[in-house]
Nanobody
């Protein structure tokens, strides 16, 4: 059974930092593309960043230069380091796994940035 568990969300002041983690089980982590998405209240879920099995990364414009995605295959974990956070980053952040076994989502971790 595939399971993605996010953690690391919380309340932070504008300009602060958070590091989100997503630990996967039930998949061959190193073969998958792992991504972070977010969904703010009243808005559609949007792409934040992803990382391929070859460690190639892609970022949405909103996070370029401030967010960094990385992975630790030994721990089956993908991270999202978010710096210089803005109030508009407030959202539920989801981890997504894409691979030959299918596409899976975690339950999300809440990030709230106060102004």
């Amino acid at each position: 059974q595939v399971q993605l568990v996010e953690s690391g969300g919380g309340l932070v002041q504008a300009g602060g930092s958070l590091r989100l983690s997503c630990t996967a089980s039930g998949i061959i982590f190193s073969f998958n593309r792992m991504a972070w998405y977010r969904q703010a209240p009243g808005k559609e879920r949007e792409f934040v960043a992803d990382i391929t099995s070859g460690s190639s990364t892609t970022y949405a414009d909103s996070g370029k230069g401030r967010f960094a995605i990385s992975s630790d295959t030994a721990k089956n974990t993908v991270y999202l380091q978010m710096n210089s956070l803005k109030p508009e980053a407030t959202a539920l952040y989801y981890c997504k796994s894409l691979g030959v076994s299918g596409t899976y989502w975690g339950q999300g971790t809440q990030v709230t940035v106060s102004s």
